[in-house]
């Protein structure tokens, strides 16, 4: 009997996933947990003390990954001209080790996050600019490239539907009417409209890849393209 209820917990225990750790986002801190449920690490977020250095975090939606961008802004001694910046951005596991950096990560000019999950957090959409401009990129959680658009002037906002099928950039050019870009990333296509064309210049990408305008549908990503005939 003792033999067989020792085997039963063995084959239970097998079946059993593995532990891991996992990321909890507070407002102040990201907070790291090892697999017994122990704090393991801690990452203040928020601006530093000095103002020249800016965190922020985010923890996706099963906890096994989290994401930090750092800022540091370096300026003149009259703190009147902003002289340049160093950033980094870590996709972080749930070992609580960075998967992957990027020193180009920036987040985008309306105070958006850097970095969007997918449902699964498997899928990462990130912004970054450098000399030639901002773009918009899809990696696995692993830090491997699936996709890139740009170079875009200036980007404002990014989405990313829940499945990482589509995703979205509005960007602008100055003196010049926004636009927003629409990105399908399964078959790897992209569709620019001009921003006038939605009420007040503005439009959301929903989570089933309907875009809306004023509360109106004005494109729908997932519908099937038109027959040519």
Known sequence: MIAVLALAAAL???QEPP???HWEKKPSALLFFDSDGDLAGEHHLGPADDGAKLAKGGVSKDGRFAWLFEKTTNWNVGRTKMLGSQRRLRLLGSD???LWESADADEPLN???PLLFSADGETTL????AARGW???TRSYMGIVLTEAGPFHELQEIALTPDARFA????TVPDQSATHTFLDLTKKTRKDVASDTFELGQARLADDGKVYSSGKVVLDLAAPAPEKK
């Open 19 to 21: 532990r891991t750790g």
């Open 135 to 137: 773009r918009v990129v």
């Open 12 to 14: 239970g225990a097998a």
């Open 111 to 113: 105070g958006g996050d």
């Open 168 to 171: 979205m950039a509005r960007w």
């Open 126 to 129: 990130d912004s970054e600019r």
């Open 96 to 98: 609580g080790r960075a």
